[in-house]
């Protein structure tokens, strides 16, 4: 945007001295006493006269800030995951259906509302709002978890010839609506585009949804549910390739996380690790999420 603005000033100072050089009385007039000398803000007024209503306060990245802006609204992507309380991701036997595919692992945060209490100058202030976020977690295994029982339980999945199933996709998907709490420090408190941020904080959630899912190669088969023994425990038949199935699967209803944003003008680098166990205490592993990722679009 920039580049385009300076290119259309050069073309419009260009035209008004090859106009200048064609007056009546034929001499060159010299615009070092007249436009290069007029300053930025003569220019913009020249320049505002050929745009009708053209204002380069107008432009997102040439505004000056007016107030602190802190680094919360926007859309953010991201990997997440979840360790167990000595940060490992290798789980034991018990939880083999608790391996993921991290990679695969992508989260969406959607934060469109954000609220921003000056301290200090402009550069040190506190950041709250409203976001949404999307965590999906790619599982390596072909276990199926049950929703109704006592506590949480996988089982393998089994064709009628006794072959483990290989599945397309195996996840699980949770949502929540989050509400954050940072303390946000800034270096520029007039320029956002040349300014470094640091914010540390926590994040509050409320699940609102969650559900697996799995993409099975064939469809209108009966498929087994069998335990470490091998002993089938229940049948069930796939109708279609994917089956989704929503449910609570003891997850914990409420989330709280440490959190930091990081980052230099627009560019922002968030990363996030659970207070709260990721299940509800005794009815799953204990295990606390993690997420890291950037800010596509900050506003």
């Not at 088969?221 to 335990?227: P, Q, R, S, W």
């Given at each position: 945007?920039?580049?385009?603005?300076?290119?259309?000033?050069?073309?419009?100072?260009?035209?008004?001295?090859?106009?200048?050089?064609t007056a009546q009385d034929g001499k060159r007039?010299?615009?070092?006493?007249?436009?290069?000398?007029?300053?930025?803000?003569?220019?913009?007024?020249?320049?505002?006269?050929?745009?009708?209503?053209?204002?380069?306060?107008?432009?997102?990245?040439?505004?000056?800030?007016?107030?602190?802006?802190?680094?919360?609204?926007?859309?953010?992507?991201?990997?997440?995951?979840?360790?167990?309380?000595?940060?490992?991701?290798?789980?034991?036997?018990?939880?083999?259906?608790?391996?993921?595919?991290?990679?695969?692992?992508?989260?969406?945060?959607?934060?469109?509302?954000?609220?921003?209490?000056?301290?200090?100058?402009?550069?040190?202030?506190?950041?709250?709002?409203?976001?949404?976020?999307?965590?999906?977690?790619?599982?390596?295994?072909?276990?199926?978890?049950?929703?109704?029982?006592a506590h949480l339980t996988a089982y393998q999945?089994?064709?009628?010839?006794?072959?483990?199933?290989?599945?397309?996709?195996?996840?699980?998907?949770?949502?929540?609506?989050?509400?954050?709490?940072?303390?946000?420090?800034?270096?520029?408190?007039?320029?956002?585009?040349?300014?470094?941020?640091?914010?540390?904080?926590?994040?509050?959630?409320?699940?609102?949804?969650?559900?697996?899912?799995?993409?099975?190669?064939?469809?209108?088969?009966?498929?087994?549910?069998?335990?470490?023994?091998?002993?089938?425990?229940?049948?069930?038949?796939?109708?279609?390739?994917?089956?989704?199935?929503?449910?609570?699967?003891?997850?914990?209803?409420?989330?709280?996380?440490?959190?930091?944003?990081?980052?230099?003008?627009?560019?922002?680098?968030?990363?996030?690790?659970?207070?709260?166990?990721?299940?509800?205490?005794?009815?799953?592993?204990?295990?606390?999420?993690?997420?890291?990722?950037i800010t596509l679009l900050g506003w």
């Amino acid at each position: 945007m920039k580049t385009t603005l300076k290119i259309t000033l050069v073309f419009f100072l260009l035209f008004q001295l090859s106009s200048n050089t064609t007056a009546q009385d034929g001499k060159r007039r010299h615009w070092d006493n007249h436009a290069w000398h007029m300053g930025d803000s003569a220019r913009m007024q020249d320049f505002s006269c050929a745009m009708e209503n053209f204002n380069i306060q107008d432009f997102p990245f040439c505004k000056d800030k007016t107030k602190f802006n802190g680094h919360w609204a926007g859309v953010e992507i991201g990997i997440n995951g979840y360790v167990t309380p000595d940060f490992d991701m290798n789980f034991n036997p018990g939880y083999l259906y608790m391996n993921m595919n991290t990679a695969r692992s992508l989260m969406v945060n959607l934060n469109p509302f954000e609220l921003n209490v000056n301290l200090l100058n402009n550069k040190i202030g506190f950041t709250t709002g409203l976001g949404f976020q999307i965590s999906n977690y790619y599982f390596t295994e072909n276990y199926v978890m049950l929703k109704d029982s006592a506590h949480l339980t996988a089982y393998q999945v089994q064709d009628n010839q006794g072959n483990f199933v290989d599945m397309e996709v195996n996840k699980m998907v949770v949502c929540y609506v989050n509400l954050p709490l940072f303390l946000e420090f800034q270096t520029n408190p007039y320029r956002r585009l040349s300014s470094f941020h640091v914010s540390l904080g926590v994040i509050g959630g409320v699940r609102i949804g969650s559900h697996t899912r799995q993409v099975y190669e064939n469809k209108g088969e009966t498929y087994f549910l069998v335990d470490d023994k091998g002993d089938k425990i229940a049948t069930f038949d796939v109708e279609r390739h994917s089956v989704r199935d929503r449910g609570a699967y003891h997850l914990n209803p409420f989330k709280l996380d440490a959190s930091f944003r990081v980052g230099w003008s627009h560019l922002n680098i968030f990363g996030a690790y659970g207070l709260t166990q990721m299940f509800q205490k005794d009815q799953g592993p204990e295990l606390y999420p993690f997420t890291v990722g950037i800010t596509l679009l900050g506003w």
